[in-house]
């Protein structure tokens, strides 16, 4: 099992910075990627953007430019970087790993969630 614990999120002006932690903690060996969610009210859950076990990162089209993901040299913690913050990004933020991926599309499914931490972005 893999216990994941987000922090960071709070209430900043559009243009604002915030920088979101994710600690990880358990079987972390068996992990090989880690991600970033979003869901803002009234919509789907969306992919902000993963780091390979490798170092390897993606960022979705929405975010790209603004938002960097990197992680600790122990590989424990993983962080979302969001610079030039907009009113649309306003949403739960969610952590999430997983052991198995695509290394060409980087397709994945999640098999760890943290628990969410509420990012709000005014106008």
């Known amino acids: 099992q893999v216990q994941l614990v987000e922090s960071g999120g709070g209430l900043v002006q559009a243009g604002g910075s915030l920088r979101l932690s994710c600690a990880a903690s358990?079987?972390?060996?068996?992990?090989?990627?880690r991600g970033w969610y979003r869901q803002a009210p009234g919509k789907q859950r969306e992919l902000v953007g993963v780091?390979?076990?490798?170092?390897?990162?993606y960022h979705a089209d929405s975010v790209k430019g603004r938002f960097t993901i990197s992680s600790d040299n122990a590989k424990t913690t993983i962080y979302l970087q969001m610079n030039s913050l907009k009113p649309e990004d306003t949403a739960v933020y969610y952590c999430a790993a997983g052991r198995y991926y695509n290394s060409r599309s980087y397709d994945w499914n999640p098999e760890y969630w943290g628990q969410g931490t509420q990012v709000t972005v005014s106008s």
């Open positions: 780091i390979t076990r490798g170092g390897s990162v």
């Open positions: 358990g079987s972390i060996f068996s992990i090989n990627i």
